[in-house]
């Protein structure tokens, strides 16, 4: 496989991974840490973009949310999402610091688009948290840490 089509399908898996479809992304980048036939640091970027952009599409899925909410495809339903608003309002944006967690980052991401987070913030802290991840993934995978 070229290393382009290894980027692309560590990027894809990292996108889906931030969104409501299951994906694991973690494991995906330590094999290929593990293979050495790649740059940890191109790998490491490549899926905190792929992360990160997973989690503007649920950005997005908040900012038209009233407009969506009805779908059965919608990955929330009615309650969860007040639970959700009611926690991103009490705690504001620095709750983005936690996008990273499996099941509960999505929903934040979600609310963060719900309650008008600026785009700006919105990437700046959940670029770092989850970049901060897939280094932390990396350096452990490496026995760094």
């Given amino acids: ?5 290894v980027y692309l399908s560590l990027f894809f898996a990292a996108f889906l991974a931030a969104t ?3 994906a694991q992304s ?3 980048l330590s ?14 970027i490549v899926a905190a973009a792929g992360n990160v952009m997973g989690a503007v599409v ?12 009805d779908r059965i495809w919608f990955p929330m339903n009615p309650v969860h999402l007040a639970r959700v608003t009611g926690w991103y309002r009490k705690y504001g944006r620095w709750s983005l610091l936690l996008s990273w967690i499996p ?4 929903p934040i991401t979600v609310a963060a688009g719900l309650l008008r987070e600026p785009l700006i913030s ?7 948290a989850k970049t901060t991840r897939y280094i932390l993934v990396a350096a452990i995978t490496l026995n760094l840490i």
Wanted: with cysteine; net charge positive.
């Fill in 103 to 106: 099941f509960i980052g999505d």
């Fill in 1 to 5: 496989m070229s290393s382009f089509a």
């Fill in 58 to 69: 649920n950005w997005c899925l908040g900012r038209w949310i009233n407009t969506l909410n």
């Fill in 122 to 128: 919105f990437l700046l802290i959940v670029g770092f």
């Fill in 26 to 28: 973690e494991a995906g």
């Fill in 31 to 44: 094999v290929l840490i593990l293979t050495k036939k790649h740059s940890v640091g191109v790998l490491v």
């Fill in 20 to 22: 409501i479809i299951p």
